[in-house]
């Protein structure tokens, strides 16, 4: 029962998704509209301004191709994070947000990175391991239904196109990890069968043997009175 209450249909479910969509495509707006270029408020490794980007990458992108290819995909993960995963899911967006994009910083090469990709593969990342581990069977079902969908994605975390960054996917995808093992305890989690004894058990002792309980016999002597 407390699984299932676990599992109600919230109205975060499909808001939360919506309202990102919709501001990194209120972001790509204003910059055609206005003529704006917001690129160089990317992740730039290893240098102080470009550490803005961690907070602001996730929200830019270089057309309108690049954001369309991650709005389906952010929809569908995120709305599985807030149904599946809703006791932990503002953790994992917004840590996981921040430590994509700052892995990006460090390890990436001297470019901007720009795009909410880093968040897609946080997600796909995330929602897969954490199903993996937890073994609960709904969970599992969720992983499998998201490596049918976008398993193909794992691609992108090599160096394989040029102009992608693939660190930043690569940085997505080990945060999902590292968070689907830390909160491998919380939310929906299998139960370990609790053993319960019944009468046949204890027919047997420690090791196995057939040794029934004794039953204690009061015997009453009766006192006899010799007349």
Known sequence: MDIDNKLKLS??????????????WLVYWVEIYFGYNFNKWGVYPRNLIGFRGVFLTHFIHSDAGHLFNNSIPLFVLLSSLFFFYRDTAYKILLLGGFFTGFL?????????HIGASGIVY??????FFSGIIKKHYRLVALSFIIIFLYGSMIWYVLP???GMSWE????GFLT???LAVIYRKKGIVKKEHQFSETEFDLLFDEQGNFSPPKEDVIVEEEEINNI
């Open 11 to 24: 109205k975060n479910v499909f808001l939360i998704p919506t309202i990102y969509i919709v501001c990194i």
């Open 160 to 162: 394989i196109k040029d």
């Open 176 to 178: 999902g990890l590292i």
């Open 122 to 127: 946080l997600l796909f990342s995330f929602v």
């Open 104 to 112: 990006t910083w460090i390890i990436a090469r001297e470019s901007y």
């Open 168 to 171: 930043g996917h690569l940085s």
